[in-house]
């Protein structure tokens, strides 16, 4: 089984940033497999801020779009998220993701592996 473990979550306020992490580890997980980081807060759908396929090509979602990037060290298996001039809406709890494909990856339900979460709060 693939672990996923995320990280670097808080409380900030208004206009401060946080870099989010997540390592993977366990039987399976390779280099080939996209990454990518979704976020879900009380009462709304799960949805994609940045994603990451094997060959490094990066897309973001609207939520952070402008304010956040993506990346990953593959000598580390650590994907990490950078987010910068966060706001009140911004907060949610973000879940990093994996998989084997590169398709569809704006979509939540496609992904196999999620890690637990790490909550982000930001405040006015």
């Known amino acids: 089984q693939v672990r996923l473990v995320e990280s670097g979550g808080g409380s900030v306020q208004s206009g401060g940033s946080l870099r989010l992490s997540c390592e993977a580890s366990?039987?399976?997980?390779?280099?080939?497999?996209?990454m990518g980081w979704f976020r879900e807060a009380p009462g709304k759908e799960r949805e994609a801020v940045a994603v990451?396929?094997?060959?490094?090509?990066?897309r973001y979602g609207d939520p952070l779009k402008g304010r956040c990037d993506i990346s990953r060290d593959n000598a580390k298996n650590t994907l990490y998220l950078q987010m910068d001039s966060l706001k009140p809406e911004d907060t949610a709890m973000y879940y990093c993701?994996?998989?084997?494909?590169?398709?569809?990856?704006?979509?939540?339900?496609?992904?196999?592996?999620w890690g637990q979460g790490t909550q982000v709060t930001v405040s006015s």
């Open positions: 990451i396929d094997y060959n490094g090509l990066r």
């Open positions: 993701a994996a998989k084997r494909d590169a398709w569809r990856l704006f979509l939540p339900e496609t992904w196999d592996h």
């Open positions: 366990g039987d399976g997980y390779s280099l080939s497999w996209s």
